[in-house]
């Protein structure tokens, strides 16, 4: 059967999309491929169609749950075989994946990347014929990339170790840079990278400048003046988000709220009422639009600055995928750069930190366990920051990373506690009320440290946990794991402390001179003296010729310029600075520290300041308006 023969039979499709075949064919050659596609420019298909035709399973990995669950369904409607490996399978949905998997009969085998820390399920895969080894949200992989993800750094080493016959790397935004980062770190050959074209001819890119106070009235003009259609609004914080949809609201418009901090339930009410809306508007943080296919999205505004010109593209990318004519507006404001710039900043640990981390570790032993929540305490580091940390580490020989373990369970019996004990007999029921009663019962959940009742009941610890399986696995409880451990053997001989804490120090100092640089990246672009469609295809090493005739730049003819926002008053003039200098004193351990004092007053969070109360303190975030590394200088004297 030829490609075009299984497009047509197994996915209903009468032509492939640009590039999708040239990607295709490569990997039917037993090379790899990367594909570069735009948003909405069928990614998807270079590993599906494959999966097929291969002898093996196609193994792929993605950050998105909710881009697996809705591909699964998709495959599985079709008759095809696919799956995922996540925390939310039951023990007996586990069980059936991993033994469809070594019979054979998974074509596709969805997992996110932190599921190769498992070492189980590393040991499963060295059984299993791996075809394909394809990698969503590649660029991930980079440190180039903007959106850098630690557990991604090792997914090339993972797919040598496995014997991936072989690899397909998928990303809607890579720079030439991060395009060769990729294929260096998968062996891919650069005649094998499809790059497909970032400009989108139906989008007009559009940039107005605006000063802070101005921002509402003009969006509401521009919401209210084009006609009604699918918006997204785009906002740093979750603060604004609320505000804004609250205040559209307000004026009659269908706005509604989404980002991170919402309870999931209220997540997906308001995803599945702006999907099924032909005029909804959802302010949204970059948390929402990931994995969501809607294809008649007329509008796409940024209510504050992007961080990146790649961050830029994948969020205007949502507008215009049916290929109608779509409207994505900037609303530029040059006040937004100090929050977005202290971000980057806030990032990057003080070395002192690091020290401390380096050091502990070393006089770990040869093998050991961490709560990742109280080792990011003791060390006041932020949770991505100690991850990251902590996978440079790997990369340099010095530690292996094993399965993770949990040291508590919550339960939630799904009917009265006696009757499930009653279900079992003799002993087993005897053990099961053993269990429950050594148990910190609350109001709906029970808490179990099976490692002290095993104790208890002088059983081993892996009963316990087996027990509770079975009775989520039968229905009975509700059972969620808690309190993670991340478990590590060490590697190598001796190891210099203070070279492995430079190391670790230089590369976050490089990854905040990048991320910083790549506001600077879009300010230029913004300003650009040409076609501003043109200067982002450039970006990513499109070369374009013809200006796209409908941005803002080909509109007016005249290369636009941003409000320059008033001055703050200079540090040494405010009148906080005597009242800084005495909580200094009275925190040492949590703003002792330069950057440590400099998060607290650029209204950064960290564990020192969290654990200390000082994130509810008044003067916390007192010089949010001021840029990082004023504050930092002044911090320092």
């Not at 496995?162 to 650069?190: G, K, M, Y």
Request: proline share 5%; with cysteine; aromatic share 8%.
């Amino acid at each position: 059967m030829t490609l075009q023969e299984v497009l047509r039979e197994r996915f209903g499709l009468a032509a492939f999309r640009p590039g999708q075949e040239a990607v295709i064919e490569a990997l039917m050659a037993g090379r790899g491929a990367l594909a570069v596609f735009p948003t909405g420019g069928g990614k998807s298909l270079c590993y599906q169609l494959p999966a097929l035709l291969l002898d093996g399973v196609t193994l792929v990995v993605s950050p998105l749950i909710a881009l697996m669950k809705d591909q699964i369904d998709f495959l599985q409607g079709r008759g095809i075989a696919a799956a995922r490996l996540d925390s939310s399978l039951s023990a007996e949905e586990h069980r059936e994946v991993t033994g469809k998997l070594r019979s054979g009969h998974l074509k596709l085998l969805y997992v996110a990347p932190e599921r190769f820390n498992n070492e189980r399920f590393r040991s499963l895969l060295q059984q299993v014929k791996i075809a394909l080894f394809a990698v969503d949200e590649a660029h991930c992989i980079s440190e180039w990339g903007h959106n850098f993800r630690p557990d991604y750094l090792k997914l090339a080493d993972f797919a040598r170790a496995f014997r991936a016959e072989r690899v397909l790397a998928l990303t809607a935004t890579a720079t030439p840079r991060v395009v060769e980062d990729i294929c260096d770190n998968f062996a891919i050959s650069r005649q094998d990278a499809v790059v497909t074209g970032f400009f989108r001819p139906n989008l007009a890119l559009l940039t107005t400048p605006v000063r802070a106070a101005e921002r509402d009235r003009v969006l509401v003009q521009r919401l209210r003046d084009r006609p009604a259609g699918t918006t997204i609004v785009y906002v740093t914080l979750q603060r604004t988000a609320e505000r804004v949809a609250d205040m559209l609201a307000d004026v009659g418009l269908p706005a509604k709220a989404y980002h991170a901090g919402l309870d999931d339930d209220v997540r997906t009410a308001v995803q599945e009422w702006w999907q099924a809306s032909d005029a909804g508007i959802v302010v949204a943080t970059v948390a929402f639009g990931m994995g969501i296919d809607k294809a008649a999205v007329r509008y796409v505004y940024h209510y504050n600055l992007p961080k990146s010109l790649e961050s830029w593209s994948q969020e205007i990318g949502r507008a215009g995928r049916d290929r109608q004519p779509s409207i994505v507006e900037m609303l530029a404001c040059l006040e937004d750069v100090p929050v977005l710039e202290n971000f980057a900043y806030g990032d990057t640990p003080a070395r002192s930190a690091l020290r401390s981390l380096v050091g502990e570790l070393l006089l770990a032993g040869s093998s050991f366990e961490v709560n990742p929540t109280s080792l990011a305490n003791r060390h006041d580091l932020r949770q991505l920051v100690l991850r990251t940390a902590l996978t440079y580490l790997e990369l340099q020989g010095l530690l292996r990373q094993g399965t993770p373990s949990y040291a508590s369970y919550q339960a939630r019996p799904l009917k009265p506690m006696l009757q499930i004990a009653n279900s079992f007999q003799g002993e087993r029921a005897q053990f099961i009320a053993d269990i429950f009663a050594r148990a910190k019962e609350g109001r709906l959940w029970y808490t179990l440290d099976p490692a002290h009742i095993a104790t208890a009941l002088k059983q081993d610890r892996a009963r316990i946990v087996s027990a509770l399986e079975y009775l989520a696995q039968q229905r009975l409880i509700e059972l969620r794991a808690a309190d993670v451990r991340l478990n590590f053997t060490r590697l190598g001989g001796e190891a210099d402390p203070e070279s492995l804490t430079e190391d670790l120090a230089r590369r976050f100092e490089q990854r905040e001179r990048q991320e910083v640089a790549r506001l600077q990246d879009v300010l230029e672009l913004l300003t650009h003296d040409g076609c501003q469609a043109n200067a982002l295809a450039s970006y990513f090493g499109e070369q374009r010729v013809e200006p796209c005739g409908q941005c803002s730049f080909c509109r007016s003819g005249q290369r636009l310029r941003l409000h320059e926002p008033a001055a703050p008053p200079p540090l040494a003039t405010r009148p906080e600075l005597d009242r800084l200098a005495e909580l200094r004193q009275a925190h040492p351990a949590a703003l002792g520290e330069p950057r440590q004092m400099a998060r607290f007053a650029c209204g950064l969070t960290s564990p020192a300041l969290t654990t200390a109360k000082l994130s509810r303190h008044p003067d916390f975030g007192v010089f949010e308006d001021y840029r990082f590394r004023d504050v930092l200088d002044w911090a320092g004297v």
